[in-house]
Protein backbone atom coordinates (compact mmCIF):
# COMPACT_ATOMS: atom_id res chain seq x y z
CA UNK A 1 0.00 0.00 0.00
CA UNK A 2 2.93 2.26 0.80
CA UNK A 3 4.66 1.62 -3.02
CA UNK A 4 0.74 2.63 -4.62
CA UNK A 5 0.44 5.30 -2.59
CA UNK A 6 4.13 7.10 -3.24
CA UNK A 7 3.33 6.09 -6.55
CA UNK A 8 0.12 7.98 -6.77
CA UNK A 9 2.11 10.73 -4.55
CA UNK A 10 4.83 10.79 -7.44
CA UNK A 11 2.14 10.75 -10.71
CA UNK A 12 -0.06 13.36 -8.84
CA UNK A 13 3.12 16.31 -9.01
CA UNK A 14 3.28 15.55 -12.72
CA UNK A 15 -0.27 17.48 -12.90
CA UNK A 16 -0.15 21.01 -14.58
CA UNK A 17 -1.55 22.54 -12.07
CA UNK A 18 1.64 21.73 -9.95
CA UNK A 19 4.26 22.79 -12.24
CA UNK A 20 5.00 26.67 -10.69
CA UNK A 21 5.19 24.74 -7.42
CA UNK A 22 7.65 22.46 -8.65
CA UNK A 23 9.90 25.54 -10.55
CA UNK A 24 9.20 27.22 -6.90
CA UNK A 25 10.49 24.03 -4.60
CA UNK A 26 13.33 24.08 -7.23
CA UNK A 27 14.24 27.32 -6.45
CA UNK A 28 14.17 26.87 -2.62
CA UNK A 29 16.46 23.70 -2.57
CA UNK A 30 19.12 25.42 -4.91
CA UNK A 31 19.18 28.13 -3.22
CA UNK A 32 20.88 30.13 -6.22
CA UNK A 33 17.72 31.84 -7.64
CA UNK A 34 17.22 33.48 -4.25
CA UNK A 35 17.37 37.25 -4.03
CA UNK A 36 16.89 40.15 -1.42
CA UNK A 37 15.71 43.88 -1.67
CA UNK A 38 15.68 46.45 0.15
CA UNK A 39 13.30 46.45 3.19
CA UNK A 40 10.79 48.87 1.94
CA UNK A 41 10.41 46.46 -1.94
CA UNK A 42 9.27 43.73 0.92
CA UNK A 43 7.13 45.43 2.74
CA UNK A 44 5.37 46.68 -0.12
CA UNK A 45 4.78 43.36 -2.26
CA UNK A 46 3.88 41.95 0.87
CA UNK A 47 1.31 44.48 1.70
CA UNK A 48 0.02 44.57 -1.58
CA UNK A 49 -0.18 40.48 -1.45
CA UNK A 50 -2.55 41.35 1.53
CA UNK A 51 -5.01 43.65 -0.28
CA UNK A 52 -4.67 40.78 -2.86
CA UNK A 53 -5.61 38.39 -0.32
CA UNK A 54 -8.67 40.66 0.70
CA UNK A 55 -9.83 41.32 -2.70
CA UNK A 56 -9.89 37.63 -3.63
CA UNK A 57 -12.88 37.04 -1.20
CA UNK A 58 -16.69 37.75 -1.79
CA UNK A 59 -16.94 39.37 1.32
CA UNK A 60 -14.52 41.80 3.36
CA UNK A 61 -12.19 39.46 4.78
CA UNK A 62 -8.74 38.32 4.16
CA UNK A 63 -8.34 35.21 2.27
CA UNK A 64 -6.70 32.05 4.50
CA UNK A 65 -4.17 31.74 1.93
CA UNK A 66 -3.54 31.22 -1.87
CA UNK A 67 -2.70 27.66 -2.49
CA UNK A 68 -0.56 27.06 -4.92
CA UNK A 69 -1.39 23.82 -6.53
CA UNK A 70 -4.42 20.83 -5.98
CA UNK A 71 -1.64 19.21 -3.98
CA UNK A 72 -2.04 21.26 -1.31
CA UNK A 73 -4.15 20.13 2.01
CA UNK A 74 -7.11 22.11 0.57
CA UNK A 75 -6.94 20.00 -2.47
CA UNK A 76 -7.09 23.05 -4.98
CA UNK A 77 -5.66 26.16 -6.53
CA UNK A 78 -6.29 29.59 -5.93
CA UNK A 79 -7.22 31.84 -3.54
CA UNK A 80 -9.32 30.01 -0.28
CA UNK A 81 -12.19 31.43 1.78
CA UNK A 82 -11.71 34.19 4.35
CA UNK A 83 -10.20 33.46 7.81
CA UNK A 84 -11.91 35.45 10.54
CA UNK A 85 -8.79 35.02 12.74
CA UNK A 86 -6.49 36.19 10.56
CA UNK A 87 -8.06 38.98 9.38
CA UNK A 88 -8.57 40.01 12.89
CA UNK A 89 -4.79 40.40 13.50
CA UNK A 90 -4.07 41.88 10.34
CA UNK A 91 -6.60 44.66 11.08
CA UNK A 92 -3.59 46.79 13.09
CA UNK A 93 -0.76 45.50 11.09
CA UNK A 94 -2.80 47.49 8.02
CA UNK A 95 -3.56 50.54 9.93
CA UNK A 96 -0.15 50.85 10.97
CA UNK A 97 0.95 50.13 7.27
CA UNK A 98 -1.04 52.98 5.90
CA UNK A 99 0.67 55.58 8.32
CA UNK A 100 4.03 53.83 6.96
CA UNK A 101 3.44 53.98 3.40
CA UNK A 102 1.20 56.82 3.60
CA UNK A 103 -1.67 54.75 2.07
CA UNK A 104 -4.53 56.10 3.39
CA UNK A 105 -6.51 53.15 1.65
CA UNK A 106 -5.20 50.62 4.02
CA UNK A 107 -6.97 52.33 6.17
CA UNK A 108 -10.02 51.67 4.37
CA UNK A 109 -9.54 48.17 4.30
CA UNK A 110 -8.92 47.74 7.79
CA UNK A 111 -12.36 49.33 8.80
CA UNK A 112 -13.84 46.86 5.78
CA UNK A 113 -12.31 44.21 7.80
CA UNK A 114 -13.65 44.78 10.73
CA UNK A 115 -16.91 45.73 9.68
CA UNK A 116 -17.13 42.31 8.21
CA UNK A 117 -16.06 40.69 11.33
CA UNK A 118 -18.91 42.48 13.79
CA UNK A 119 -21.33 41.21 10.99
CA UNK A 120 -20.27 37.77 11.26
CA UNK A 121 -19.57 37.79 15.04
CA UNK A 122 -21.68 34.44 16.58
CA UNK A 123 -24.15 35.39 18.79
CA UNK A 124 -22.60 34.14 22.01
CA UNK A 125 -19.93 36.69 21.21
CA UNK A 126 -16.99 34.22 20.14
CA UNK A 127 -15.52 34.49 16.66
CA UNK A 128 -15.80 30.68 14.63
CA UNK A 129 -12.92 28.74 13.93
CA UNK A 130 -11.52 28.00 10.75
CA UNK A 131 -12.98 29.65 7.24
CA UNK A 132 -16.11 31.24 6.76
CA UNK A 133 -17.47 28.09 4.16
CA UNK A 134 -17.48 25.13 7.20
CA UNK A 135 -20.09 25.45 9.45
CA UNK A 136 -19.95 28.05 12.78
CA UNK A 137 -18.61 26.94 15.97
CA UNK A 138 -16.76 29.05 18.45
CA UNK A 139 -13.07 29.62 18.85
CA UNK A 140 -11.36 30.58 22.10
CA UNK A 141 -8.14 31.29 20.28
CA UNK A 142 -9.84 33.13 17.26
CA UNK A 143 -11.46 35.31 19.61
CA UNK A 144 -8.60 36.76 21.41
CA UNK A 145 -7.59 37.70 18.02
CA UNK A 146 -10.22 39.71 16.05
CA UNK A 147 -10.43 41.68 19.81
CA UNK A 148 -7.10 42.90 18.49
CA UNK A 149 -8.36 44.06 15.22
CA UNK A 150 -12.15 45.26 16.96
CA UNK A 151 -9.74 47.31 19.83
CA UNK A 152 -7.92 48.59 17.22
CA UNK A 153 -10.26 50.03 14.73
CA UNK A 154 -12.52 51.65 17.89
CA UNK A 155 -8.96 53.29 18.81
CA UNK A 156 -8.69 54.77 15.11
CA UNK A 157 -12.24 55.79 14.21
CA UNK A 158 -13.85 55.96 17.50
CA UNK A 159 -17.13 54.15 16.40
CA UNK A 160 -18.81 52.25 19.60
CA UNK A 161 -19.63 49.31 17.79
CA UNK A 162 -16.11 47.85 17.47
CA UNK A 163 -15.71 48.68 21.23
CA UNK A 164 -18.91 46.62 21.63
CA UNK A 165 -18.12 43.66 19.71
CA UNK A 166 -14.96 43.86 21.65
CA UNK A 167 -16.50 43.95 24.57
CA UNK A 168 -19.06 41.03 23.59
CA UNK A 169 -15.96 38.94 22.73
CA UNK A 170 -14.63 39.42 26.16
CA UNK A 171 -17.51 38.30 27.80
CA UNK A 172 -17.60 35.04 26.00
CA UNK A 173 -14.13 34.13 26.73
CA UNK A 174 -14.58 35.21 30.67
CA UNK A 175 -17.56 32.66 30.19
CA UNK A 176 -16.28 29.68 29.30
CA UNK A 177 -12.56 30.33 31.06
CA UNK A 178 -11.72 27.56 33.98
CA UNK A 179 -11.49 28.98 37.58
CA UNK A 180 -7.67 28.08 36.92
CA UNK A 181 -7.04 30.29 34.01
CA UNK A 182 -7.10 27.98 31.46
CA UNK A 183 -9.95 27.38 28.57
CA UNK A 184 -10.77 23.79 28.08
CA UNK A 185 -14.39 24.65 26.82
CA UNK A 186 -14.69 26.20 23.57
CA UNK A 187 -11.23 25.62 21.84
CA UNK A 188 -10.69 25.28 17.83
CA UNK A 189 -12.18 21.96 16.61
CA UNK A 190 -9.34 22.56 14.01
CA UNK A 191 -6.43 22.21 16.81
CA UNK A 192 -5.76 20.03 19.96
CA UNK A 193 -8.04 20.84 22.30
CA UNK A 194 -6.00 20.58 25.82
CA UNK A 195 -2.38 21.38 24.12
CA UNK A 196 -3.59 25.37 23.93
CA UNK A 197 -0.55 27.12 25.89
CA UNK A 198 -0.68 29.62 22.99
CA UNK A 199 -3.86 31.30 24.47
CA UNK A 200 -1.88 33.81 26.09
CA UNK A 201 -1.94 35.35 23.28
CA UNK A 202 -5.81 35.44 24.17
CA UNK A 203 -4.36 36.53 27.63
CA UNK A 204 -3.09 39.47 26.22
CA UNK A 205 -6.05 40.93 24.63
CA UNK A 206 -8.09 40.72 27.46
CA UNK A 207 -5.15 42.77 29.28
CA UNK A 208 -5.61 45.06 26.07
CA UNK A 209 -9.26 44.95 26.44
CA UNK A 210 -9.40 45.48 30.13
CA UNK A 211 -6.96 48.62 29.84
CA UNK A 212 -9.25 50.23 27.13
CA UNK A 213 -12.06 49.70 28.98
CA UNK A 214 -11.12 50.11 32.31
CA UNK A 215 -12.81 46.63 33.86
CA UNK A 216 -10.40 44.98 36.04
CA UNK A 217 -12.53 41.31 34.93
CA UNK A 218 -10.92 41.61 31.97
CA UNK A 219 -7.21 42.27 32.98
CA UNK A 220 -7.50 39.32 35.99
CA UNK A 221 -8.51 37.02 33.66
CA UNK A 222 -6.07 37.86 31.46
CA UNK A 223 -3.38 37.54 34.36
CA UNK A 224 -4.67 33.95 35.08
CA UNK A 225 -4.51 32.42 31.93
CA UNK A 226 -0.51 33.79 31.60
CA UNK A 227 -0.35 32.30 35.52
CA UNK A 228 -1.69 29.24 34.07
CA UNK A 229 0.77 29.50 31.10
CA UNK A 230 3.68 29.63 33.33
CA UNK A 231 3.11 26.64 34.71
CA UNK A 232 3.55 24.69 31.37
CA UNK A 233 7.00 26.62 30.92
CA UNK A 234 9.91 24.30 31.84
CA UNK A 235 13.35 25.65 33.25
CA UNK A 236 14.61 25.57 30.07
CA UNK A 237 12.37 28.02 28.71
CA UNK A 238 10.04 25.60 26.66
CA UNK A 239 6.63 25.07 26.69
CA UNK A 240 4.51 21.96 27.26
CA UNK A 241 1.10 20.98 25.59
CA UNK A 242 1.78 23.87 23.10
CA UNK A 243 0.60 22.61 19.55
CA UNK A 244 -1.73 22.70 16.73
CA UNK A 245 -1.02 18.56 16.44
CA UNK A 246 2.28 17.03 18.23
CA UNK A 247 2.62 18.79 21.69
CA UNK A 248 6.22 16.78 21.75
CA UNK A 249 7.64 18.84 19.26
CA UNK A 250 5.57 22.27 18.98
CA UNK A 251 5.10 24.73 15.61
CA UNK A 252 7.60 27.54 16.07
CA UNK A 253 4.59 29.47 15.02
CA UNK A 254 3.10 28.13 18.20
CA UNK A 255 6.02 28.53 20.53
CA UNK A 256 6.12 32.52 19.33
CA UNK A 257 2.29 32.96 20.17
CA UNK A 258 2.99 31.49 23.55
CA UNK A 259 5.75 33.60 24.07
CA UNK A 260 4.36 36.78 22.65
CA UNK A 261 1.28 36.46 25.13
CA UNK A 262 3.65 36.52 28.11
CA UNK A 263 5.66 38.66 27.08
CA UNK A 264 3.19 41.39 26.08
CA UNK A 265 1.23 40.35 28.99
CA UNK A 266 3.89 41.49 31.10
CA UNK A 267 4.28 44.77 29.61
CA UNK A 268 0.80 45.97 29.60
CA UNK A 269 0.88 44.75 33.56
CA UNK A 270 4.47 46.03 34.07
CA UNK A 271 4.84 42.39 35.49
CA UNK A 272 8.48 41.74 35.42
CA UNK A 273 8.42 38.20 35.58
CA UNK A 274 6.24 37.64 32.71
CA UNK A 275 8.69 39.68 30.57
CA UNK A 276 11.81 37.41 32.32
CA UNK A 277 9.78 34.47 31.29
CA UNK A 278 9.03 34.98 27.81
CA UNK A 279 13.19 36.09 27.36
CA UNK A 280 14.27 32.77 28.93
CA UNK A 281 12.32 31.78 26.05
CA UNK A 282 14.45 34.33 23.63
CA UNK A 283 17.63 33.47 24.81
CA UNK A 284 16.53 29.72 24.47
CA UNK A 285 15.41 30.55 20.78
CA UNK A 286 19.19 32.54 19.89
CA UNK A 287 20.99 29.18 20.26
CA UNK A 288 18.56 27.45 18.05
CA UNK A 289 19.23 30.24 15.22
CA UNK A 290 21.15 28.75 12.18
CA UNK A 291 23.59 30.78 10.82
CA UNK A 292 21.47 31.82 7.75
CA UNK A 293 18.99 33.20 10.03
CA UNK A 294 16.25 30.22 9.96
CA UNK A 295 14.76 28.52 13.14
CA UNK A 296 13.51 24.77 12.83
CA UNK A 297 10.00 24.30 12.42
CA UNK A 298 9.41 22.30 15.00
CA UNK A 299 11.70 21.92 18.65
CA UNK A 300 11.76 19.19 21.24
CA UNK A 301 11.31 20.00 25.14
CA UNK A 302 15.54 19.82 24.88
CA UNK A 303 15.23 22.81 21.97
CA UNK A 304 16.86 20.51 19.33
CA UNK A 305 15.39 20.35 15.93
CA UNK A 306 12.61 18.39 14.97
CA UNK A 307 12.20 19.46 11.70
CA UNK A 308 14.50 19.68 8.85
CA UNK A 309 12.34 22.68 7.38
CA UNK A 310 11.38 26.20 8.41
CA UNK A 311 8.06 27.38 9.74
CA UNK A 312 8.71 30.67 8.11
CA UNK A 313 5.63 32.48 10.06
CA UNK A 314 6.91 31.34 13.34
CA UNK A 315 10.81 32.95 11.69
CA UNK A 316 9.09 36.13 11.37
CA UNK A 317 7.56 36.11 14.48
CA UNK A 318 9.92 35.35 16.60
CA UNK A 319 12.01 38.35 14.92
CA UNK A 320 8.90 40.90 16.19
CA UNK A 321 9.48 39.67 19.70
CA UNK A 322 13.40 39.31 19.55
CA UNK A 323 12.63 43.36 18.54
CA UNK A 324 10.56 44.46 20.93
CA UNK A 325 13.00 42.60 23.09
CA UNK A 326 16.01 44.57 22.38
CA UNK A 327 13.38 47.66 22.50
CA UNK A 328 13.26 46.88 26.30
CA UNK A 329 16.42 45.45 27.29
CA UNK A 330 18.77 47.80 25.09
CA UNK A 331 20.80 44.46 24.01
CA UNK A 332 22.20 44.26 20.96
CA UNK A 333 22.33 40.77 20.61
CA UNK A 334 18.03 40.37 19.53
CA UNK A 335 18.05 43.10 17.13
CA UNK A 336 20.97 41.35 15.43
CA UNK A 337 19.31 38.05 15.46
CA UNK A 338 16.18 39.69 14.51
CA UNK A 339 17.50 41.45 11.35
CA UNK A 340 19.49 37.51 10.52
CA UNK A 341 15.95 36.69 10.44
CA UNK A 342 14.09 38.89 8.39
CA UNK A 343 16.93 38.51 6.18
CA UNK A 344 16.54 34.97 5.81
CA UNK A 345 12.57 35.49 5.29
CA UNK A 346 13.22 38.17 2.86
CA UNK A 347 15.26 35.05 0.67
CA UNK A 348 12.04 32.69 0.92
CA UNK A 349 9.81 35.59 -0.50
CA UNK A 350 9.49 35.43 -4.63
CA UNK A 351 8.85 39.56 -5.85
CA UNK A 352 9.23 38.47 -9.08
CA UNK A 353 6.86 35.51 -10.12
CA UNK A 354 4.27 36.22 -12.66
CA UNK A 355 1.30 34.60 -10.29
CA UNK A 356 -0.14 37.18 -8.04
CA UNK A 357 -0.88 34.70 -5.67
CA UNK A 358 2.84 33.32 -5.01
CA UNK A 359 4.61 36.96 -5.72
CA UNK A 360 5.02 39.02 -2.72
CA UNK A 361 3.32 36.37 -0.49
CA UNK A 362 5.23 34.61 2.74
CA UNK A 363 5.12 30.67 2.43
CA UNK A 364 3.97 28.27 4.82
CA UNK A 365 6.95 26.43 4.95
CA UNK A 366 10.63 26.84 3.42
CA UNK A 367 11.15 25.05 1.18
CA UNK A 368 8.13 25.09 -0.49
CA UNK A 369 6.94 21.40 0.26
CA UNK A 370 7.41 21.45 3.80
CA UNK A 371 4.56 20.12 6.07
CA UNK A 372 3.05 23.39 7.20
CA UNK A 373 0.96 25.01 5.00
CA UNK A 374 2.16 23.03 2.17
CA UNK A 375 2.42 24.56 -1.31
CA UNK A 376 0.08 27.72 0.31
CA UNK A 377 0.82 31.57 0.63
CA UNK A 378 -0.25 32.57 4.18
CA UNK A 379 -2.31 35.56 5.60
CA UNK A 380 -0.56 35.36 8.50
CA UNK A 381 2.73 34.61 7.38
CA UNK A 382 2.66 37.76 6.01
CA UNK A 383 1.35 40.13 8.45
CA UNK A 384 3.77 39.07 11.00
CA UNK A 385 6.29 39.46 8.25
CA UNK A 386 5.30 42.71 8.01
CA UNK A 387 5.44 43.53 11.27
CA UNK A 388 8.85 42.75 11.67
CA UNK A 389 9.86 44.73 8.59
CA UNK A 390 8.05 47.93 10.05
CA UNK A 391 9.56 47.21 13.63
CA UNK A 392 12.87 47.03 12.55
CA UNK A 393 12.77 50.52 10.61
CA UNK A 394 10.87 52.52 12.94
CA UNK A 395 12.58 52.36 16.95
CA UNK A 396 9.09 54.05 18.00
CA UNK A 397 7.22 51.36 16.71
CA UNK A 398 10.22 48.27 18.47
CA UNK A 399 8.97 50.65 21.63
CA UNK A 400 5.35 50.28 21.25
CA UNK A 401 4.57 47.12 19.09
CA UNK A 402 1.60 46.84 16.89
CA UNK A 403 -1.53 45.38 18.71
CA UNK A 404 -2.01 41.64 17.67
Sequence with gaps: MDVLKKLKQNLRILLPDHQEVRSEVTRDRDGEELKTFPDEIHLRESASWLMRAQDASPDHGVSRAYSASSLSPVGYKGWEASYPETTGYIIPTLFVL????????????????????TEIQLPSGAVMGGVVTVPASPAVFNTGQVIFGWLEAFKRSGNQKYLDSAIRAGDFLLSVQETDGSWRKGNSRYALEKATTYNTRVAWALVELGNQTNQGKYVNAGRRNIEFAL????????????????????????????TRGIFESGICLNESRYIDAAIKTLNALLNCERADGGIPGRLASDWSAKADWDCVTGDAQVAVIWLRAYAITGEKKYKEAARKSIEFVKRTQNLEHRNPGIRGGVKGSFPFDGPYGQYEMLSWAAKFFCDALMIINDETLAESGIRG
Aim: aromatic share 8%.
Design 98 to 117: SNVLSDESLSIHAIQMADWE
Design 231 to 258: TKQLESGWFSENCLNDPEKPLLHTIAYA
